[in-house]
Protein backbone atom coordinates (compact mmCIF):
# COMPACT_ATOMS: atom_id res chain seq x y z
CA UNK A 1 0.00 0.00 0.00
CA UNK A 2 1.50 3.34 -0.85
CA UNK A 3 0.63 4.84 2.51
CA UNK A 4 1.62 2.57 4.46
CA UNK A 5 5.40 2.03 2.56
CA UNK A 6 6.82 5.55 3.85
CA UNK A 7 9.53 4.89 6.15
CA UNK A 8 10.90 7.02 8.40
CA UNK A 9 13.93 7.47 6.33
CA UNK A 10 12.03 8.31 3.24
CA UNK A 11 10.05 11.05 5.30
CA UNK A 12 13.09 12.42 6.31
CA UNK A 13 13.99 13.01 2.46
CA UNK A 14 10.92 14.97 1.79
CA UNK A 15 12.80 17.90 2.23
CA UNK A 16 15.25 17.69 0.07
CA UNK A 17 13.15 15.95 -2.48
CA UNK A 18 10.89 19.51 -2.56
CA UNK A 19 13.88 21.44 -2.95
CA UNK A 20 14.55 19.11 -6.47
CA UNK A 21 11.06 19.31 -7.36
CA UNK A 22 11.96 23.03 -8.47
CA UNK A 23 14.00 21.64 -11.17
CA UNK A 24 10.92 20.35 -12.69
CA UNK A 25 8.71 23.08 -12.46
CA UNK A 26 11.53 26.21 -14.09
CA UNK A 27 9.31 26.81 -16.80
CA UNK A 28 6.15 27.72 -14.42
CA UNK A 29 5.18 30.95 -13.19
CA UNK A 30 7.29 31.06 -9.33
CA UNK A 31 3.93 31.82 -7.50
CA UNK A 32 3.13 27.86 -8.68
CA UNK A 33 6.68 26.83 -7.72
CA UNK A 34 6.84 28.22 -4.44
CA UNK A 35 3.78 26.44 -3.24
CA UNK A 36 5.74 22.96 -4.44
CA UNK A 37 8.02 23.78 -1.48
CA UNK A 38 5.64 23.79 0.84
CA UNK A 39 3.15 20.99 -0.12
CA UNK A 40 2.06 19.31 -3.09
CA UNK A 41 -1.64 20.42 -3.85
CA UNK A 42 -3.49 17.90 -5.70
CA UNK A 43 -7.04 18.72 -6.77
CA UNK A 44 -9.92 15.77 -6.82
CA UNK A 45 -12.98 16.74 -8.42
CA UNK A 46 -16.42 14.41 -9.17
CA UNK A 47 -19.46 14.56 -10.83
CA UNK A 48 -22.40 12.36 -9.94
CA UNK A 49 -23.60 12.79 -14.05
CA UNK A 50 -20.64 13.11 -16.00
CA UNK A 51 -21.26 9.38 -17.19
CA UNK A 52 -23.93 8.19 -19.06
CA UNK A 53 -25.08 4.84 -19.05
CA UNK A 54 -22.55 3.34 -21.56
CA UNK A 55 -20.28 5.35 -19.88
CA UNK A 56 -19.77 8.17 -22.40
CA UNK A 57 -18.82 11.66 -20.58
CA UNK A 58 -21.21 14.48 -20.25
CA UNK A 59 -18.83 17.48 -22.43
CA UNK A 60 -20.25 20.35 -20.51
CA UNK A 61 -20.15 18.76 -17.03
CA UNK A 62 -16.45 17.29 -17.93
CA UNK A 63 -15.51 20.25 -18.99
CA UNK A 64 -16.65 22.05 -15.98
CA UNK A 65 -15.09 19.78 -13.99
CA UNK A 66 -11.90 20.69 -15.87
CA UNK A 67 -12.21 24.24 -15.33
CA UNK A 68 -13.14 24.29 -11.99
CA UNK A 69 -10.30 22.01 -10.92
CA UNK A 70 -7.83 24.13 -12.61
CA UNK A 71 -8.79 26.91 -11.40
CA UNK A 72 -8.98 25.64 -7.74
CA UNK A 73 -5.34 24.45 -8.30
CA UNK A 74 -3.89 27.43 -9.94
CA UNK A 75 -6.21 29.89 -6.94
CA UNK A 76 -7.21 31.62 -9.50
CA UNK A 77 -10.58 33.65 -10.72
CA UNK A 78 -11.62 31.68 -13.42
CA UNK A 79 -10.17 29.43 -15.57
CA UNK A 80 -8.82 32.06 -18.36
CA UNK A 81 -7.19 33.62 -15.54
CA UNK A 82 -5.27 30.33 -14.46
CA UNK A 83 -4.59 29.19 -17.83
CA UNK A 84 -2.53 32.52 -18.03
CA UNK A 85 -0.26 31.67 -14.88
CA UNK A 86 0.54 28.18 -16.98
CA UNK A 87 0.95 29.03 -20.52
CA UNK A 88 2.38 31.97 -22.39
CA UNK A 89 1.44 32.83 -25.98
CA UNK A 90 5.32 32.13 -26.86
CA UNK A 91 5.07 28.75 -25.89
CA UNK A 92 5.01 25.42 -27.85
CA UNK A 93 2.10 23.29 -26.65
CA UNK A 94 2.57 19.25 -26.38
CA UNK A 95 -0.37 17.08 -24.61
CA UNK A 96 0.68 13.80 -23.85
CA UNK A 97 -2.32 11.41 -24.10
CA UNK A 98 -2.50 8.06 -23.85
CA UNK A 99 -4.32 6.14 -26.56
CA UNK A 100 -4.52 2.59 -25.15
CA UNK A 101 -7.63 1.08 -26.96
CA UNK A 102 -9.77 0.42 -24.20
CA UNK A 103 -9.36 3.22 -21.72
CA UNK A 104 -8.33 5.85 -23.38
CA UNK A 105 -8.13 9.53 -22.59
CA UNK A 106 -11.13 11.63 -23.27
CA UNK A 107 -10.97 13.42 -26.73
CA UNK A 108 -13.08 15.87 -24.94
CA UNK A 109 -10.25 16.82 -22.38
CA UNK A 110 -7.37 16.74 -24.88
CA UNK A 111 -9.44 19.53 -27.37
CA UNK A 112 -10.15 21.35 -24.16
CA UNK A 113 -6.56 21.61 -23.15
CA UNK A 114 -6.30 22.68 -26.95
CA UNK A 115 -8.80 25.14 -26.58
CA UNK A 116 -7.32 26.94 -23.69
CA UNK A 117 -4.09 27.10 -24.81
CA UNK A 118 -5.27 28.75 -28.11
CA UNK A 119 -7.30 31.38 -25.72
CA UNK A 120 -3.83 32.36 -24.26
CA UNK A 121 -2.31 33.24 -27.73
CA UNK A 122 -0.86 30.10 -28.72
CA UNK A 123 -1.20 29.27 -32.45
CA UNK A 124 -3.56 26.16 -33.34
CA UNK A 125 -0.07 25.33 -35.45
CA UNK A 126 2.06 25.17 -32.29
CA UNK A 127 -0.36 22.62 -30.82
CA UNK A 128 0.51 18.99 -30.90
CA UNK A 129 -1.01 16.22 -29.33
CA UNK A 130 -0.02 12.65 -29.20
CA UNK A 131 0.94 9.81 -27.62
CA UNK A 132 3.31 7.53 -29.28
CA UNK A 133 4.61 9.44 -31.74
CA UNK A 134 5.86 11.98 -29.46
CA UNK A 135 9.83 11.49 -30.17
CA UNK A 136 8.73 12.16 -33.93
CA UNK A 137 6.48 14.93 -33.44
CA UNK A 138 7.65 18.23 -34.36
CA UNK A 139 5.16 19.82 -32.00
CA UNK A 140 6.70 17.61 -28.91
CA UNK A 141 10.44 18.13 -29.92
CA UNK A 142 9.86 22.15 -30.25
CA UNK A 143 7.56 21.91 -26.78
CA UNK A 144 8.24 24.16 -24.12
CA UNK A 145 5.26 23.57 -22.49
CA UNK A 146 3.43 19.69 -21.56
CA UNK A 147 0.04 18.86 -20.48
CA UNK A 148 0.32 15.39 -19.30
CA UNK A 149 -3.35 13.74 -19.38
CA UNK A 150 -4.19 9.89 -18.72
CA UNK A 151 -6.40 7.44 -17.30
CA UNK A 152 -5.62 5.18 -14.09
CA UNK A 153 -5.53 1.74 -14.56
CA UNK A 154 -3.52 -1.34 -13.39
CA UNK A 155 -0.79 -2.30 -15.28
CA UNK A 156 0.92 -5.58 -16.06
CA UNK A 157 4.68 -4.08 -15.93
CA UNK A 158 4.28 -1.11 -13.64
CA UNK A 159 1.04 -2.12 -11.11
CA UNK A 160 -0.34 0.62 -12.49
CA UNK A 161 -0.46 2.96 -15.49
CA UNK A 162 0.26 6.57 -13.95
CA UNK A 163 1.25 9.93 -15.10
CA UNK A 164 4.79 9.14 -14.44
CA UNK A 165 4.34 6.11 -16.81
CA UNK A 166 2.59 8.79 -19.48
CA UNK A 167 6.16 9.87 -20.53
CA UNK A 168 7.51 6.39 -20.87
CA UNK A 169 7.14 7.30 -25.07
CA UNK A 170 9.85 9.87 -24.58
CA UNK A 171 12.69 7.08 -24.54
CA UNK A 172 13.52 5.37 -27.77
CA UNK A 173 13.10 1.94 -26.35
CA UNK A 174 10.77 1.82 -23.30
CA UNK A 175 11.29 -1.71 -22.79
CA UNK A 176 14.41 -0.98 -21.29
CA UNK A 177 12.27 0.46 -18.45
CA UNK A 178 10.26 -2.59 -17.60
CA UNK A 179 13.00 -4.38 -15.15
CA UNK A 180 12.22 -4.50 -11.35
CA UNK A 181 8.46 -3.41 -11.59
CA UNK A 182 9.65 -0.37 -13.80
CA UNK A 183 10.98 1.29 -10.92
CA UNK A 184 12.52 3.69 -12.62
CA UNK A 185 10.24 5.60 -14.42
CA UNK A 186 10.64 8.83 -13.36
CA UNK A 187 14.18 8.63 -14.73
CA UNK A 188 12.66 9.79 -18.23
CA UNK A 189 11.32 12.95 -16.37
CA UNK A 190 14.74 14.59 -15.94
CA UNK A 191 15.71 14.11 -19.69
CA UNK A 192 17.01 17.15 -21.37
CA UNK A 193 13.56 16.86 -23.58
CA UNK A 194 11.38 16.77 -20.79
CA UNK A 195 12.47 18.26 -17.57
CA UNK A 196 11.15 21.35 -16.76
CA UNK A 197 8.18 21.36 -19.32
CA UNK A 198 5.71 20.07 -17.75
CA UNK A 199 2.81 22.63 -16.69
CA UNK A 200 -0.40 20.19 -15.48
CA UNK A 201 -0.96 16.64 -14.78
CA UNK A 202 -4.78 15.01 -15.40
CA UNK A 203 -4.88 11.66 -13.87
CA UNK A 204 -8.44 10.27 -15.71
CA UNK A 205 -10.20 8.83 -12.68
CA UNK A 206 -13.81 8.64 -14.83
CA UNK A 207 -13.99 4.76 -14.94
CA UNK A 208 -10.84 3.13 -13.64
CA UNK A 209 -9.61 -0.19 -14.14
CA UNK A 210 -9.10 -1.53 -10.67
CA UNK A 211 -7.86 -4.84 -11.69
CA UNK A 212 -6.23 -7.60 -14.24
CA UNK A 213 -3.37 -9.67 -14.75
CA UNK A 214 -1.57 -10.44 -17.99
CA UNK A 215 0.32 -8.11 -20.31
CA UNK A 216 -2.74 -6.84 -22.20
CA UNK A 217 -5.47 -7.44 -19.18
CA UNK A 218 -8.79 -5.90 -19.62
CA UNK A 219 -11.89 -6.88 -18.38
CA UNK A 220 -14.91 -4.52 -18.03
CA UNK A 221 -16.18 -5.94 -14.60
CA UNK A 222 -12.84 -4.16 -13.13
CA UNK A 223 -13.88 -1.06 -14.65
CA UNK A 224 -15.19 1.17 -11.87
CA UNK A 225 -17.45 4.56 -12.61
CA UNK A 226 -15.48 6.97 -10.04
CA UNK A 227 -16.66 9.88 -12.10
CA UNK A 228 -13.33 12.08 -10.88
CA UNK A 229 -10.84 13.77 -12.24
CA UNK A 230 -7.21 14.35 -10.41
CA UNK A 231 -5.51 17.32 -11.22
CA UNK A 232 -1.83 18.66 -9.70
CA UNK A 233 1.78 20.11 -10.83
CA UNK A 234 3.63 17.47 -9.09
CA UNK A 235 2.57 13.91 -10.96
CA UNK A 236 4.00 12.05 -8.22
CA UNK A 237 1.46 13.41 -5.62
CA UNK A 238 -1.37 12.88 -8.01
CA UNK A 239 -0.63 9.54 -8.73
CA UNK A 240 0.00 8.71 -4.93
CA UNK A 241 -3.39 10.07 -4.29
CA UNK A 242 -5.02 7.73 -7.23
CA UNK A 243 -3.32 4.53 -5.73
CA UNK A 244 -4.57 4.98 -2.29
CA UNK A 245 -8.01 5.04 -4.04
CA UNK A 246 -7.51 2.24 -6.13
CA UNK A 247 -5.86 0.75 -2.99
CA UNK A 248 -9.45 1.20 -1.33
CA UNK A 249 -11.51 0.28 -3.64
CA UNK A 250 -9.74 -3.41 -4.13
CA UNK A 251 -9.95 -3.67 -0.40
CA UNK A 252 -13.94 -3.25 -0.76
CA UNK A 253 -14.10 -5.72 -3.64
CA UNK A 254 -12.34 -8.64 -2.58
CA UNK A 255 -13.28 -8.07 0.88
CA UNK A 256 -9.50 -8.17 1.98
CA UNK A 257 -5.83 -6.92 1.12
CA UNK A 258 -5.72 -7.53 -2.40
CA UNK A 259 -2.33 -5.18 -3.20
CA UNK A 260 -1.45 -4.00 -6.62
CA UNK A 261 0.63 -6.92 -8.57
CA UNK A 262 3.24 -5.90 -9.39
CA UNK A 263 3.44 -3.34 -6.20
CA UNK A 264 3.46 0.26 -8.14
CA UNK A 265 6.90 0.94 -6.41
CA UNK A 266 7.74 3.73 -9.21
CA UNK A 267 5.56 6.06 -7.23
CA UNK A 268 7.64 6.12 -4.26
CA UNK A 269 10.70 5.81 -5.91
CA UNK A 270 10.27 8.99 -8.04
CA UNK A 271 10.11 10.68 -4.97
CA UNK A 272 13.06 9.10 -2.65
CA UNK A 273 15.32 7.80 -5.51
CA UNK A 274 14.75 10.08 -8.29
CA UNK A 275 13.02 13.18 -5.95
CA UNK A 276 10.82 14.55 -8.95
CA UNK A 277 7.96 15.34 -6.66
CA UNK A 278 6.62 13.80 -3.18
CA UNK A 279 4.72 10.61 -2.52
CA UNK A 280 4.04 11.36 1.14
CA UNK A 281 0.31 11.98 2.00
CA UNK A 282 2.06 14.40 4.58
CA UNK A 283 3.25 16.60 1.93
CA UNK A 284 0.02 16.68 -0.16
CA UNK A 285 -2.32 18.91 0.18
CA UNK A 286 -5.73 17.04 -1.10
CA UNK A 287 -8.43 19.52 -2.24
CA UNK A 288 -11.87 17.94 -2.68
CA UNK A 289 -14.43 19.53 -4.88
CA UNK A 290 -17.91 18.08 -5.96
CA UNK A 291 -19.67 14.70 -5.15
CA UNK A 292 -18.24 13.29 -2.10
CA UNK A 293 -20.03 10.00 -1.81
CA UNK A 294 -17.98 6.79 -2.25
CA UNK A 295 -14.60 8.58 -2.30
CA UNK A 296 -12.30 6.13 -1.02
CA UNK A 297 -10.11 9.57 0.47
Known amino acids: MIKDSIGRRDFLKAGSAATLMGAMYLSAPASLRAWQKKKARVVLIRH??????????NEKILTGMFDEAVTTLCDAQNAEAAWQRLIKPSDTVGIKTNVWRYLRTPEILEEHAKTHAMNVGVPEERIAIDDRGVLSNKGFKNATALINMRPMRTHHWSGLGTLIKNYIMFVDTPSDLHGDSCADLASVWKLPHVVGRTRLNFLVMLTPLFHGSGPHHYDPKYLWRYNGLLVGFDPVAVDAMG??????????????????????????????????????PARIELIKLGWDEGAYI
Not at 48 to 57: A, H, I, K, M, S
Open 48 to 57: RDVLDTLNRP
Open 243 to 280: ARIIEAKRREFFGEERPINPPPKHIQLADTRHGIGTAD
